[in-house]
């Protein structure tokens, strides 16, 4: 997982913290919006980990693999 990725991730369990302290102390009216960004965070993660490029093998690294004849 790369630092961009973490990062998301972060911010929406910090995010889901926000609203379960919310929706205890003022109410659920209060914490949606709060609830509705994690869930953002988290599709936007799901997002990015289904759709990363594939990584292109390094042409040195090829070279190795070929069989000797």
Same mark, same amino acid.
């Given at each position: 997982?790369? =630092?961009?990725?973490? *990062?998301?991730? #972060? =911010?929406? =369990?910090?995010? *889901?913290?926000?609203?379960?302290?919310? #929706?205890?102390?003022?109410?659920?009216?209060?914490?949606?919006?709060?609830?509705?960004?994690?869930?953002?965070?988290?599709?936007?993660?799901?997002?990015?980990?289904?759709?990363?490029?594939?990584?292109?093998?390094?042409?040195?690294?090829?070279?190795?693999?070929?069989?000797?004849?």
């Amino acid at each position: 997982m790369k =630092l961009p990725d973490v *990062v998301i991730l #972060s =911010l929406a =369990l910090a995010l *889901v913290i926000i609203g379960i302290h919310l #929706s205890l102390t003022q109410g659920v009216e209060v914490s949606y919006p709060v609830f509705m960004f994690a869930v953002a965070l988290l599709f936007w993660f799901q997002y990015r980990r289904t759709n990363k490029p594939k990584e292109t093998p390094d042409p040195k690294q090829k070279n190795k693999k070929r069989k000797k004849h």
